[in-house]
T-cell receptor, first 116, second 114 residues
Framework: GAVVSQHPSRVICKSGTSVKIECRSLDFQATTMFWYRQFPKKSLMLMATSNEGSKATYEQGVEKDKFLINHASLTLSTLTVTSAHPEDSSFYIC????????????FGSGTRLTVV | AQSVTQPDIHITVSEGASLELRCNYSYGATPYLFWYVQSPGQGLQLLLKYFSGDTLVQGIKGFEAEFKRSQSSFNLRKPSVHWSDAAEYFCAVAPSGSQGNLIFGKGTKLSVKP
């Protein structure tokens, strides 16, 4: 089946540094990827929609300059948390929409970001 | 606006007992409906989905869900719960026929006691 590989699974960084999270579709082309953030004991909040070859669409309240999304190829989307602060600590998950045929979504395994 | 409601934040059942997790949605038309399971620190795994047709959907791990249009519900059921089913369960919807994103409920945490 369609697999999205997300790396790293865990990362600890210092305040003020930047962290890049990658999501790769392994056996299919993902024209659209979604980036979610999940707070402890909370649901998934959509941050942005990433379309290959174009600018990402951010949800209201999400700082586009802080959460940089790049979708340069049909198999790779990246989320960079710039100048990270402790309040950015969270669980980030990417999702790819499966194109053609059966309509559905597949999720990466998530990245636990801790900013110290 | 579309929304998904999971009224139960936390449910505890005994191993071997039956389970029903509730999900209601608010949407003008019949959306695509999904149930996902998440173990601690992990991503989401699809249990089952409904697009159209038979309103009783079978999924993995012995789960099933029934779409009831009149009640705008898509409840998840399992006849006999195993200890390994303890996890967080999310109901999600996507507008039918669109290229939109999933909208998630707040989740229900399932605990299983021996």
């Amino acid at each position: 089946g369609a697999v999205v590989s997300q790396h790293p699974s865990r990362v600890i960084c210092k305040s003020g540094t930047s962290v890049k999270i990658e999501c790769r579709s392994l056996d299919f082309q993902a024209t659209t990827m979604f980036w979610y953030r999940q707070f402890p004991k909370k649901s998934l909040m959509l941050m942005a929609t990433s379309n290959e070859g174009s600018k990402a669409t951010y949800e209201q309240g999400v700082e586009k300059d802080k959460f940089l999304i790049n979708h340069a190829s049909l198999t790779l989307s990246t989320l960079t948390v710039t100048s990270a602060h402790p309040e950015d600590s969270s669980f980030y998950i990417c999702s790819a929409r499966l194109a053609g045929g059966v309509y559905g979504y597949t999720f990466g395994s998530g990245t636990r970001l801790t900013v110290v | 606006a579309q929304s998904v409601t999971q009224p139960d934040i936390h449910i505890t059942v005994s191993e071997g007992a039956s389970l029903e997790l509730r999900c209601n949605y608010s949407y003008g038309a019949t959306p695509y409906l999904f149930w996902y399971v998440q173990s601690p620190g992990q991503g989401l795994q699809l249990l089952l989905k409904y697009f159209s047709g038979d309103t009783l959907v079978q999924g993995i791990k012995g789960f099933e869900a029934e779409f009831k249009r009149s009640q705008s519900s898509f409840n998840l059921r399992k006849p006999s719960v195993h200890w390994s089913d303890a996890a967080e369960y999310f109901c999600a919807v996507a507008p039918s026929g669109s290229q939109g994103n999933l909208i998630f409920g707040k989740g229900t945490k399932l605990s299983v006691k021996p």
